[in-house]
């Protein structure tokens, strides 16, 4: 093979991945613009005329607007809260001197990583209904931040190892506190970092549909995953509504996606010059 042909290899396998991956989010799109009857028979083409009513079907549901402000507002919350525990969690193992301890922590994190989240069901919903946190935000808020704080410790712990100690034995000099130091030296170098499992943790708890139809009960306190599903058997298997709402539900995650994409990618970027 010639050296022209292998470098086509690459990109063209490059070319299929990315329409294997897009194609589903296309398909969403696609559909949302057509009505049942074109759906069902004209599935896989573009629309013939385009039929924004699916949207205002969608959007005229009452309480559309509250599913998508409680996704919101969980994915947020225990986004940020795994962040700033995460945080001190790997600056603690990385750079306070506790040898034993800390590597039992960190070997105990990394075997969570090996527990699959659906074993730990029904030992969680007991837990949350004999706390009191049943059909409340904290009871998906809390069990979020938990199952993404192993992964997102280890990935800021791999980071922080490879930043110099002489920077914060610098802070030390100048006065700073040991919350200095993590607030003016370690946070804004581990930056892109975190924004890259920012986005990790927010897509995972955004997307979250098991716990969220477990835990909540209430109408008015569902999360869009769940609500979608009921949304479906509300209007009879109104696909173009269907669609509609689950083109809406990604509109976040691609905002997001496009505001950080710069730090995401300086964030990888480090981590495979530093890694």
Same mark, same amino acid.
């Given at each position: 093979?010639?050296?022209?042909?292998r470098?086509?290899?690459?990109?063209?396998v490059?070319i299929?991945y990315?329409?294997?991956?897009?194609?589903?989010l296309?398909?969403?799109?696609n559909?949302?613009?057509?009505?049942?009857?074109?759906?069902t028979t &004209?599935p896989?083409?573009f629309?013939?005329?385009?039929?924004?009513? &699916?949207?205002t &079907?969608?959007?005229s549901?009452?309480?559309?607007?509250?599913?998508f402000?409680?996704?919101?507002?969980?994915?947020?919350?225990?986004?940020?809260?795994?962040l700033?525990?995460?945080?001190?969690?790997?600056?603690a193992?990385?750079r306070m001197k506790?040898?034993?301890?800390?590597?039992w922590v960190y070997?105990?994190?990394?075997?969570?990583?090996?527990?699959p989240?659906a074993?730990?069901?029904i030992?969680l919903y007991i837990?949350?209904?004999?706390i009191?946190?049943?059909n409340?935000p904290?009871?998906?808020? +809390?069990?979020?931040?938990?199952?993404?704080?192993?992964?997102t410790v280890?990935?800021i712990?791999?980071?922080?190892?490879s930043?110099p100690?002489?920077?914060?034995?610098?802070?030390?000099?100048?006065?700073?506190?040991?919350?200095? +130091?993590?607030?003016k030296?370690?946070i804004?170098?581990t930056m892109?970092t975190?924004?890259t499992v920012?986005?990790?943790?927010?897509i995972?708890h955004?997307?979250e549909?098991?716990?969220a139809?477990l835990?909540l009960s209430?109408q008015?306190?569902r999360?869009?995953?769940?609500?979608?599903?009921?949304?479906?058997?509300?209007?009879?298997?109104n696909?173009?509504?269907?669609?509609?709402s689950?083109?809406?539900s990604i509109v976040?995650v691609?905002?997001i996606?496009a505001?950080?994409?710069?730090k995401?990618i300086?964030?990888v970027?480090?981590?495979?010059?530093k890694?």
């Amino acid at each position: 093979m010639s050296y022209r042909a292998r470098g086509i290899v690459p990109h063209v396998v490059l070319i299929i991945y990315v329409i294997v991956v897009l194609y589903p989010l296309f398909f969403v799109v696609n559909a949302s613009l057509k009505n049942n009857s074109e759906i069902t028979t &004209n599935p896989w083409g573009f629309p013939h005329e385009f039929y924004f009513e &699916n949207y205002t &079907n969608a959007l005229s549901n009452s309480l559309f607007g509250r599913y998508f402000f409680n996704s919101l507002y969980i994915s947020i919350t225990a986004t940020v809260a795994t962040l700033l525990l995460s945080t001190a969690i790997a600056f603690a193992i990385t750079r306070m001197k506790f040898p034993t301890y800390g590597k039992w922590v960190y070997g105990f994190l990394l075997i969570s990583l090996l527990i699959p989240p659906a074993s730990l069901l029904i030992p969680l919903y007991i837990m949350v209904k004999d706390i009191g946190l049943y059909n409340t935000p904290l009871a998906l808020i +809390i069990p979020y931040t938990a199952f993404g704080i192993p992964l997102t410790v280890f990935v800021i712990a791999a980071f922080l190892k490879s930043i110099p100690r002489e920077l914060e034995e610098a802070g030390v000099v100048d006065g700073l506190s040991i919350y200095g +130091i993590l607030g003016k030296i370690v946070i804004p170098l581990t930056m892109p970092t975190l924004v890259t499992v920012f986005i990790l943790n927010f897509i995972n708890h955004w997307n979250e549909f098991i716990l969220a139809n477990l835990f909540l009960s209430t109408q008015q306190l569902r999360t869009l995953p769940v609500a979608i599903v009921a949304f479906a058997d509300q209007f009879n298997m109104n696909y173009g509504a269907l669609t509609a709402s689950i083109t809406i539900s990604i509109v976040p995650v691609i905002i997001i996606y496009a505001i950080l994409q710069k730090k995401i990618i300086e964030g990888v970027a480090a981590g495979s010059i530093k890694g």
